[in-house]
């Protein structure tokens, strides 16, 4: 369900209406059945909503949209933060990655959520993916958890390896192994969902022109350069540091598969410039998939109609496809 005063319903909504064009998998919501109700009424949309269950969902969905009701009626206030259904966000998110485990549905697509909404009840994670984190390793402990966000579009992917810390943290966080950490997750999920069976990495600098040989900043020497060192002795085919402001250039993007940059707008500023409305969030990492829409709740769009669904149709597609590599 995601953020439920943001465009989040109204991208499910408008999604299931264009589902043929979209050329979408089927999928259910885990959310408040009365709360898309009344945004479908809002947006005009005379759609069919049902309250199944998630066994039922799949056969449903040509028909109606398959809603499976997670925690308690909710408002529909479009674009008005409200602390008291934060609970049902978290409820929802914890319920999609419950039916994954259980077998029920084959991947987990997530709605942009409010952070800052969910801190002031207790939500103690620093956004999606480190919650979800948390979410697998309580449900699958016999297996290695540490999400990586990616952003994936048509023409790049990227990886940031510090995601949100502030930027004054950014050089003391980095270390050698946490560089090759990141690394070695994505190469792995490259290979193993994505179908590269040798991917190459383009590690990006921490400094401008990557240290300029130490005289802007020695952390490109003493941190990325080992680690890049590392990853070639295990057979990944990593090269860098790069100087980031050369990287992303339509011929320099031919020499590499996924870029890894220091810090979150290092790399998601392209990604976002080249790709905004088909680029995917894809938590690599996880032993199920999860994608979402490259964008957050949007509240001033929420209940008008206007709001994109590229993304999101988008992330419903590579989801499927991740769940079926075959697909790719």
Not at 8 to 25: F, Q, S, V, Y
Not at 177 to 194: N, S
Not at 288 to 296: L, N, W
Request: glycine letters at 8%; a negative charge.
């Amino acid at each position: 369900m995601g953020e439920p005063a943001g465009i989040g319903p109204d991208l499910t909504l408008l999604a299931w209406a264009n589902r043929k064009a979209l050329r979408l998998p089927p999928f259910y919501v885990r959310g408040d059945m009365a709360l898309f109700s009344e945004r479908a009424h809002t947006l005009g949309l005379g759609l069919r909503l049902e309250d199944v269950s998630p066994e039922d969902a799949s056969s449903r969905f040509s028909k109606a949209l398959p809603i499976v009701q997670t925690g308690p009626a909710l408002l529909d206030r479009p674009g008005e933060e409200q602390a008291e259904t934060a609970p049902s966000v978290v409820a929802s998110i914890e319920a999609c990655v419950e039916d994954v485990r259980k077998g029920l549905a084959t991947g987990v697509v997530t709605n942009p959520i409010n952070k800052a909404a969910l801190y002031r009840t207790g939500f103690s994670h620093p956004g999606h993916t480190e919650f979800l984190g948390a979410l697998a390793r309580k449900y699958w402990p016999e297996l290695p958890c540490e999400p990586v966000m990616m952003i994936a579009g048509p023409e790049l992917m990227v990886v940031p390896v510090t995601i949100h810390i502030p930027l004054k943290d950014v050089p003391e966080t980095l270390t050698e192994d946490l560089i090759v950490k990141i690394a070695e997750i994505t190469a792995h999920d490259l290979q193993k969902r994505f179908g590269y069976p040798n991917p190459r990495l383009a590690i990006c600098g921490l400094n401008p022109h990557a240290g300029e040989h130490g005289t802007m900043g020695t952390e490109d020497m003493d941190v990325i350069v080992p680690a890049v060192t590392r990853l070639r002795a295990e057979g990944i085919l990593a090269s860098g540091p790069h100087s980031a402001d050369t990287l992303f250039h339509p011929p320099a993007r031919k020499d590499y598969d996924c870029v890894l940059g220091m810090y979150h707008d290092q790399v998601l500023i392209p990604a976002k410039t080249i790709g905004f409305d088909e680029s995917v969030n894809v938590t690599l990492g996880l032993p199920f998939v999860r994608t979402s829409p490259d964008h957050g709740t949007a509240y001033g769009l929420a209940g008008t109609g206007t709001a994109r669904v590229d993304s999101f149709a988008a992330a419903l597609r590579m989801a499927n496809a991740l769940a079926n590599p075959e697909r790719l």
